[in-house]
């Protein structure tokens, strides 16, 4: 009798398949890790960063990265309310270009007794 081969002896070993699978997740793994690098809210990206989530929808979520720093603000629907008064106005000239005029306050007017 002769004894088996060596390549029909490694052909059956089931732990072969099992470092196979290893290799694999490990290239998922890296391809993961490099996704979260360069994720634009990750700590190796840029210094400041403002992201806006779902724009437009009533869930709007406005993300503001300065430094380490995180902030988050949440739309909450009660957007240009409040109190204030108005401080000029604004003109889009035929280039393109922004004009901002204030207005002038009229002076108040003085009360005599």
Known sequence: MRPPLRDDAHD???ILS???LIDV???????LL????N?????YGAEALTL???????DMELVVKDGERIERYRADGTAGIGQGVRA?????LPD??????PETVPPTPEVHR
């Open 12 to 14: 059956e070993d089931p």
């Open 18 to 20: 099992v470092v196979n």
């Open 25 to 31: 997740f490990l290239v998922l793994i890296a391809a």
């Open 34 to 37: 490099l996704a979260i690098a």
């Open 39 to 43: 994720s634009p809210l990750s700590p």
């Open 52 to 58: 806006i989530r779902n724009p437009g929808t009533a």
């Open 88 to 92: 000029g106005i604004a003109y889009r």
């Open 96 to 101: 393109g270009s922004m004009v901002y005029v």
